[in-house]
């Protein structure tokens, strides 16, 4: 199979290619999981769901209380104009992706490959 992404990086588990900004990573028992690097616009439009799908309970708590707290303050305070706003959706939406790696590091998770551990330096989210 050729490779879309102009890359040479391979996935070794199906041999498929995976884009240059995402990222494999390995525990010990040999799960692998496979997740961008950068911007989550999946949680920007969709919220916690994307933590719900990749089985990230932790996560998905985390955004749950920070949304109904945002959104009880606005009923409280009557500011209905924060319902225009989402204002924890465009901010998880920076870091959600940098949340699930490092609660994946915490879990025993490393990068798989060099490719991996390189794109995870440069964005700061392994050291």
């Known amino acids: 199979m050729q490779n879309p992404f102009g890359n040479n990086n391979q996935d070794f588990f ?14 010990d028992q040999g799960d692998i999981r496979i997740a961008k690097v950068g911007f989550s616009w999946t949680t920007l439009w969709f919220g916690f769901f994307p933590a719900i799908f990749r089985g990230d309970w932790y996560n998905f708590l985390v955004m749950l209380f920070i949304d109904a707290d945002y959104y009880l303050v606005s009923v409280v305070f009557g500011w209905q104009w924060m319902f225009a706003l989402p204002f924890p959706a465009i901010f998880f939406g920076f870091v959600y992706n940098y949340l699930y790696f490092r609660h994946l590091f915490h879990k025993g998770f490393r990068p798989a490959d060099q490719h991996s551990q390189e794109v995870l330096t440069r964005a700061k989210y392994w050291k």
Not at 14 to 27: D, E, Q, S, T
């Open 14 to 27: 199906n041999n498929l290619p995976i884009p240059p900004n995402y990222a494999k990573i390995i525990n």
